[in-house]
């Protein structure tokens, strides 16, 4: 009785301790922004966390937006957005460009960035549709968005030959002479050269 008492004290204090470590609590508002919509991005400094991923109410902090297009980003098309403290947390705020199907929000200060605090999004076109492969790219990035997954799973011909031109485009970025787009639920295999597609279905 007596050992389960010390390890159930000593459970409790490790949990006290792990939940005094808190990183950046990073949040955007609206959590899958149109095209063109401003967004909200707010950054709760961390507690107790290593001090090289500490920032304090007087840093100079920023917010750093990436794109992805196509499942691809550059570091030359973040864009680095002012926040300001109002009291109680940093705000900043920037309207989302438009052709980007997911993102990707992290914190940074002119001497330092901080990995572990971000906020990850899935882009709507600015009628509020998903763009095509967005559901795709929000996973690369680690976005979970739900609310449409049939639109991949189950694409609109359309959507298709979204995919398709987009296959090609890597194609010619990586000199591949041949790529497939795959869709795992229907079985649906559809083959894409630089020049030619064609469609091949699984029995």
């Not at 301790?17 to 063109?36: H, I, K």
């Not at 750093?64 to 109002?86: E, K, N």
């Not at 996973?139 to 694409?155: E, H």
């Not at 990586?174 to 083959?191: E, K, N």
Request: proline residues 6%; glycine residues 8%; positive net charge.
């Amino acid at each position: 009785m007596a050992n389960n008492g010390i390890q159930l004290a000593i459970a409790l204090i490790l949990a006290g301790a792990f939940a005094r470590l808190a990183p950046a609590q990073v949040t955007m508002a609206p959590e899958s922004p149109r095209w063109g919509e401003t967004i909200t991005i707010t950054a709760d400094p961390p507690v107790g966390v290593n001090e090289t991923q500490r920032f304090y109410k007087s840093d100079q902090l920023y917010a750093v937006l990436q794109q992805y297009h196509q499942a691809l980003g550059s570091p030359r098309d973040a864009l680095t957005v002012p926040m300001a403290w109002d009291g109680r947390r940093f705000v900043g705020r920037v309207a989302l460009p438009e052709g980007c199907e997911a993102g990707l929000v992290t914190l940074a200060t002119p001497e330092r960035y901080f990995d572990t605090a971000r906020a990850r999004f899935v882009c709507r076109k600015s009628d509020g549709s998903l763009p095509p492969g967005s559901v795709i790219a929000g996973l690369f990035v680690g976005a979970g968005n739900k609310s449409n997954w049939k639109s991949d799973v189950a694409p609109s011909e359309r959507n298709r030959s979204a995919y398709q031109q987009q296959l090609g485009q890597y194609l010619r970025i990586l000199h591949a002479q041949r790529g497939a787009v795959v869709y795992m639920t229907s079985g649906r295999i559809d083959w894409v050269t630089r020049d030619l597609i064609e469609h091949v279905y699984r029995d």
